[in-house]
């Protein structure tokens, strides 16, 4: 009896290793199904501050993994404030002084228009298998959901965050939760997949909304609200350009 369920415990052990994919092959699961070659898209941040909360809209269209423009729409103290990416450089603009202002060194680390969410993170479209070497450690659940834990650590030399955990979806290959450190080991961010669209978008699943916290700031977190997503448009060539600022 002892040999028999041994050799069933044995077997459950095989299959198990069989089935779980390296952490290499999970992130360009996640890379395949977050990113496309350009996308158009309608969000809100909901900034939940200490005092008050906020809602900001937003129209982004975003091309590989190196161009973006994102239009804020509402409230009207931040309509026309615009942002553009073209690969390393970072640049906004505000109406109400006209002014065009480069966002570099540690610019970067600033609050989005207030929420958990930093220029840098906006920067940060590179995608994972390019950033970082991954390990899946074991599965578990998290939202009623089986997920695989999954660690990451940098490969380059300057990234955002030097290492992440994330949960990561077995079936939809998302990161239902993610926490972010700095090279000191220091949790610097929390974000959470709180909902997801209930079908696949042309073929992928994605998130449509999520929770950043900035755990080093008192607030109650940022929810970032995708209204409507669509892969693969067409951009018109003058949204990629500084002129499109003004």
């Known amino acids: 009896m002892i040999r028999i369920t041994s050799l069933i415990l044995l077997l459950a052990a095989t299959a198990l290793a069989a089935q779980t994919p390296t952490g290499e092959e999970l992130l360009r699961r996640i890379d395949d199904n977050l990113f496309a070659e350009t996308v158009y898209m309608e969000s809100k941040m909901v900034v939940h501050g200490r005092r008050n909360t906020r809602t900001i809209e937003s129209r982004s269209w975003m091309r590989g993994e190196e161009d973006s423009f994102t239009e804020y729409t509402a409230p009207p103290r931040e309509a026309g404030k615009k942002m553009l990416k073209l690969g390393d450089n970072l640049w906004t ?26 220029y840098e993170d906006m920067m940060e479209e590179t995608q994972l298998t390019e950033m970082y070497s991954a390990t899946v450690s074991r599965d578990t659940v998290f939202m009623e959901r089986d997920c695989w834990v999954l660690e990451l650590a940098s490969r380059i030399d300057d990234p955002a965050y030097w290492s992440r955990m994330m949960l990561v979806d077995k079936e939809r290959n998302l990161p239902l939760y993610e926490e972010r450190y700095a090279r000191s080991g220091k949790l610097l961010k929390t974000a959470t997949i709180t909902e997801v669209f209930p079908q696949p978008i042309q073929g992928r699943w994605y998130p449509r909304v999520m929770l950043y916290k900035d755990v080093l700031n008192n607030g109650e977190g940022t929810e970032f609200i995708i209204d409507a997503v669509e892969f693969d448009v067409v951009i018109p060539a003058a949204k990629m350009n500084k002129a499109a600022l003004r």
């Open 93 to 118: 603009y505000d109406p109400d002084s006209d002014r065009i202002i480069t966002i570099s060194g540690n610019m970067l680390r600033q609050s989005v228009l207030g929420s958990d969410l930093s």
